[in-house]
């Protein structure tokens, strides 16, 4: 049986209409035979999927929700276009882009995220720390974005701050082998080896697939002590 959504208290036809089709817009997606989206898209760009919205059927009382879906897929197709650009390398591109996107709705989080890694891959890190902090104040229960910050922290030497943003994405997502591996590489470059190989250990357990990837990520990071070394090699002769 379909889940009817119950009509809120005191709603008009026309509020009910506009809720319905807000939701609507909010479970579909792009069509890649809509003018409003394929006017902006990248012709080289990822197909888009066909809408489940017909905005020849909003009625003509609805003209103001008629023009924020309309805004709407204008962000989304800027967005999807950033990303292709970014598969591209065309970092720059992209951040025309997501800035295009994010004018007209300056909390869109996929923009911010995308922007910010972006920013961070031009080495613009505190522009990418700036989109990475105002998504998360919409978004605080995304590890992918804590790791992203995260990353952003250890490539300045911050590494407390990176290894409370790594820790963040893991209580959210236990088996993220990726901010195993990276709050390894920030207690490494502590100095706190025993906590970096614990660490290590859990990326390979989140992800054994990729245990020797992550063993190359992880060996410039590794290290240990002369003293501690020694001792080991001493160790062993007996």
Partial sequence: DKLVTPKPPGESLLEEFAREKLKEFEEGEAGAGDSEWTRYADKNAPELAESKIDMNALPAQAVGLKETLTDLRQAEAYNLQGEANIS??????????FSRALGINPNYIDALINRGSAYAQLGRFNDALIDFNHALKFEKKDPELYNKRGEVYIQNNMYDQAIKD?????????????????????????????????????????????SFSFIDRAAPGIHVSDDRTANA??????
């Fill in 233 to 238: 090699e001493e160790s062993e002769q007996f």
């Fill in 166 to 210: 790594f820790t963040n994405a893991i209580v959210i997502n236990p088996m993220f082998s990726d901010a195993y591996l990276n709050r390894g590489r920030a207690y490494s470059e502590k100095g706190m080896p025993d906590e970096a190989m614990t660490d290590f250990s859990q990326a390979i357990k989140a992800d054994s697939d990729h």
């Fill in 88 to 97: 591209k390398n065309l970092y720059n591109n992209a951040i025309k882009d």
